[in-house]
């Protein structure tokens, strides 16, 4: 069985970065990836997703402030968060599908691996 495990996680004031990883092991292969977050009282959400192409989606709440990246031979996720705002609040996910591009990439149901989640807090 394989693991998805988050880190980078942590607090900051608004305007500052972080930037998150997510380090895949025991899975043969993992293409199209992305990173969903949940903050309390709401549903989770796609925050960034690419796919086998390396082609990629954001939400339009984190578009010019993240960008999401990844390593193949580091079989490695990054999400570099710049900009950060309150309402980025959340736990944030990674995620992985064997697919090599998918129909709705920031849907959760594209994908069927899923980390534990690292938290991220803004203040204001």
């Known amino acids: 069985q394989g693991q998805l495990v988050e880190s980078g996680g942590g607090a900051v004031q608004a305007g500052g970065s972080l930037r998150l990883s997510c380090a895949a092991s025991g899975y043969t292969n993992l293409i199209s990836m992305a990173w969903f977050r949940q903050a309390p009282g709401k549903k989770r959400e796609g925050v960034a997703a690419?796919?086998?192409?390396?082609?990629?989606t954001y939400a339009e709440s984190v578009k010019d402030r993240f960008t999401i990246s990844k390593d193949n031979a580091k079989r490695s996720l990054y999400l570099e968060m710049n900009s950060l705002k309150p309402e980025d609040t959340a736990m944030y996910y990674c995620?992985?599908?064997?697919?090599?591009?998918?129909?709705?990439?920031?849907?959760?149901?594209?994908?069927?691996?899923w980390g534990q989640g690292t938290q991220v807090t803004v203040s204001a």
């Open positions: 690419i796919d086998g192409f390396s082609r990629t």
């Open positions: 995620a992985g599908s064997l697919a090599y591009e998918l129909r709705e990439p920031l849907r959760e149901y594209s994908y069927n691996n």
